[in-house]
T-cell receptor, first 113, second 116 residues
Framework: AQSVTQPDIHITVSEGASLELRCNYS??????LFWYVQSPGQGLQLLLK??????LVQGIKGFEAEFKRSQSSFNLRKPSVHWSDAAEYFC???????????FGTGTRLQVFP | GAGVSQSPSNKVTEKGKDVELRCDPISGHTALYWYRQRLGQGLEFLIY????????KSGLPSDRFSAERTGESVSTLTIQRTQQEDSAVYLC??????????????FGPGTRLTVT
């Protein structure tokens, strides 16, 4: 079945530490890939997206993600986490020629001072 | 400018009652989406409106769920005879064009529905 998997339900890091959130998809073709962040009490906000071209994409708030076709992955990274990054992060895909975002189940990030 | 707004922000209702949830998209956005987010789960697509085209209702979980949109403005999601499993946060999003391929979806803050 076609799906998006975020294997880590909850991640805790110290402020200033590096971060990597995992996302894997299972589709026959390369989908279009997104990362959204949902902060407490706020709507989802797009961090970055990948359609084609350079497999390393830069987003807002210092985040980046790398598309690896061989691993069907699109992991989100940040070199140094800030306390304000504590939120829920969702990976999402859109299959070519459809209009639907398919979301993973999310990873909750907790940041300790 | 104003973002996507939703009302009410919270709704508590008794099992069996009908509820209406409202979404005001960003002005000029032709596409509007409804999602459901159950506790501890990802977003589940419900329905999609694009301009004057017939809506994509493929994500609606049952015939108790329906949605309408007036032109390219306000949308209302109606849940009839609510059940406890309907408890969730209902999110609305809009985008300038009709596809998530190219356009960011802008999300509202959601309506938290609790069915007792």
């Amino acid at each position: 079945a076609q799906s998006v998997t975020q294997p880590d339900i909850h991640i805790t890091v110290s402020e200033g530490a590096s971060l990597e959130l995992r996302c894997n998809y299972s589709y026959g073709a390369t989908p279009y890939l997104f990362w959204y962040v949902q902060s407490p009490g706020q709507g989802l906000q797009l961090l970055l997206k990948y359609f084609s071209g350079d497999t390393l994409v830069q987003g807002i708030k210092g985040f980046e993600a790398e598309f690896k076709r061989s691993q069907s992955s699109f992991n989100l990274r940040k070199p140094s986490v800030h306390w304000s990054d504590a939120a829920e992060y969702f990976c999402a895909v859109v299959l070519y020629n459809t209009d639907k975002l398919i979301f993973g189940t999310g990873t909750r990030l907790q940041v300790f001072p | 400018g104003a973002g996507v707004s939703q009302s009410p922000s919270n709704k508590v209702t008794e099992k069996g009652k009908d509820v209406e949830l409202r979404c005001d998209p960003i002005s000029g956005h032709t596409a509007l989406y409804w999602y459901r987010q159950r506790l501890g789960q990802g977003l589940e697509f419900l329905i999609y409106f694009q301009g004057n085209s017939a809506p994509d209702k493929s994500g609606l979980p049952s015939d108790r769920f329906s949605a309408e949109r007036t032109g390219e403005s306000v949308s209302t999601l109606t849940i009839q005879r609510t059940q406890q499993e309907d408890s969730a946060v209902y999110l609305c999003a809009s985008s300038p064009e009709g596809t998530g391929l190219r356009d960011e979806q802008y999300f509202g803050p959601g309506t938290r529905l609790t069915v007792t």
